[in-house]
């Protein structure tokens, strides 16, 4: 069974940092496109960042690039998003999830999420 | 950055009674649509995939449609299970982005 458990949210001021993790398991996870995907309290899916099943191709949200970085090791089955600069709008839950084998771009698992609030 | 728009934002119905959803793409995304559902507190369920593909263990009830830049979500009749938030999204042109959602509800 294909399992995803994101980890490390939290409440964070304004300019700070944090990194989620996600730990996967029940599937071969180096052979996979991963995804972080967000969504606002009360609001709809943002597509944040997808990372190559080698980390050698990583694309990002225009609203994040430059602030957030996705990567992953493949040793440890685990995903993360280092996430800097952080700001008000960042508040949501941050979900990993896992691209189709053959299908880039089409997450077909998700975790439970991990929600990151913003705030002073 | 391909904007998408479904419609209507709610919709209001009964257990048994067929349900419509629309997404409209701001600019052709070819075949690459799919439709999540999401209940509260819950993550996102992949439903169907590339217009008109039911992903694995997705009930026949449920079928999409469309193509182009105007795409359909059929649900014939409605389970007391399929009240939830239906999301269309596209993987034709990045970013990856997804539709502000229709709210399905029980009347």
Redesign the interface.
Same mark, same amino acid.
């Given at each position: 069974e294909v399992q995803l458990v994101e980890s490390g949210g939290g409440l964070v001021q304004p300019g700070g940092s944090l990194r989620l993790s996600c730990s996967a398991s029940g599937f071969t996870f180096s052979k996979y496109w991963m995804n972080w995907?967000r969504q606002a309290p009360g609001k709809?899916?943002?597509?944040v960042a997808?990372i190559k099943q080698d980390g050698s191709a990583k694309?990002?949200?225009?609203s994040v690039n430059g602030r957030f970085t996705i990567s992953r090791d493949n040793a440890k089955n685990s995903l993360y998003l280092q996430m800097n600069g952080l700001r008000a709008e960042d508040t949501a839950v941050y979900?990993c999830a896992r691209d *189709?084998y053959r299908?880039? $771009?089409?997450? *077909?698992s998700?975790?439970? $999420?991990t929600l990151v609030t913003v705030s002073s | 950055e391909t904007v998408l728009t479904q419609s209507p934002a709610t919709l209001s119905l009964s257990p048994g009674e067929r349900a419509t959803l629309s997404c409209r793409a701001s600019q052709s995304v070819s075949n690459y649509l799919a439709w999540y559902q999401q209940k509260p507190g819950q993550a996102p369920r992949l439903l169907i995939y590339d217009i008109s593909n039911r992903a694995t263990g997705i009930p026949a009830r449920f079928s999409g449609s469309g193509s182009g830049t105007d795409f359909t979500l059929t649900i014939s009749s409605l389970e007391p299970e399929d009240f939830a938030v239906y999301y269309c999204q596209q993987r034709s042109k990045r970013p990856f982005t997804f539709g502000p959602g229709t709210k399905v509800d029980i009347k």
């Open positions: 995907v709809g899916l943002e597509w997808n694309d990002y949200v225009d979900y *189709d299908l880039l $771009g089409l997450p *077909d998700w975790g439970q $999420g | -």
